[in-house]
């Protein structure tokens, strides 16, 4: 089945660093691509999306590209902030039950 | 915006009693509702899809009658933990997909963290 593969954290940064948060994802078809950022004690908000192959998803500096030949969707930002602590997952629908599959969620951290 | 609206936040109930959720769209009509569970440190495991004026559809190993869910209107989805056990305790996720043409995004509650003691 459908399924999506982040990398391992914690992950520990300094402000202004810069970030990658590997994600892969096995899927039949051609899956919608999300990044959710999810807050302590909150649910879950939609940081970016793409929809097809080579599109690019931007918001709030980060950004990520899908990527159909090597079936990646990283996150990139520039400069981070410690704003940005939080547990960033990456996910997919399916397209066909409409449902998100997430991958297991990686937590940041950034230090003044 | 698109916005769903998930109460309560907070619950503690005693062990053997029910607990319902309640998931609302409040800006739009959702056909789609899914519900997640949350475990500390751990990603979302789907629980169930629910359907308006249907049965949901249950994932596999979720107990259905344990995990009851309604979806009576196009804005409204409730979970209701039956006979729960301290091992239910967890947070509770849910989500509204929007229709096509409407952004066909999802939206998240805020989530339930729901304590059996």
């Known amino acids: 089945g459908d399924s999506v593969t982040q990398m391992e954290g914690p992950v520990t940064l300094s402000e202004e660093a810069f970030l990658t948060i590997n994600c892969t994802y096995t899927a039949t078809g051609y899956p919608s691509l999300f990044w959710y950022v999810q807050y302590p004690g909150e649910g879950l908000q939609l940081l970016l999306k793409a929809t097809k192959a080579d599109d690019k998803g931007s918001n709030k500096g980060f950004e990520a590209t899908y990527r159909k030949e090597t079936t990646s969707f990283h996150l990139e930002k520039g400069s981070v902030q410690v704003s940005d602590s939080a547990v960033y997952f990456c996910a997919l629908s399916d397209n066909q039950g409409g449902k998100l599959i997430f991958g297991q969620g990686t937590e940041l951290s950034v230090k003044p | 915006g698109a916005v769903v609206s998930q109460h309560p936040s907070r619950v503690i109930c005693k062990s053997g009693t029910s607990v319902k959720i309640e998931c609302r769209s409040l800006d739009f009509q959702a056909t789609t509702m899914f519900w997640y569970r949350q475990f500390p440190k751990q990603s979302l495991m789907l629980m169930a899809t629910?359907?308006?004026?249907?049965?949901?559809?249950?994932e596999q190993g979720v107990e259905k009658d344990k995990f009851l869910i309604n979806h009576a209107s196009l804005t409204l989805s409730t979970l209701t933990v039956t006979s729960a056990h301290p091992e239910d305790s967890s947070f509770y996720i849910c989500?509204?997909?929007?229709?096509?043409?409407?952004?066909?995004?999802?939206?998240f509650g805020s989530g339930t963290r729901l304590t059996v003691v």
């Open positions: 989500s509204a997909r929007q229709p096509p043409g409407q952004g066909d995004g999802y939206t």
């Open positions: 629910s359907n308006e004026g249907s049965k949901a559809t249950y």
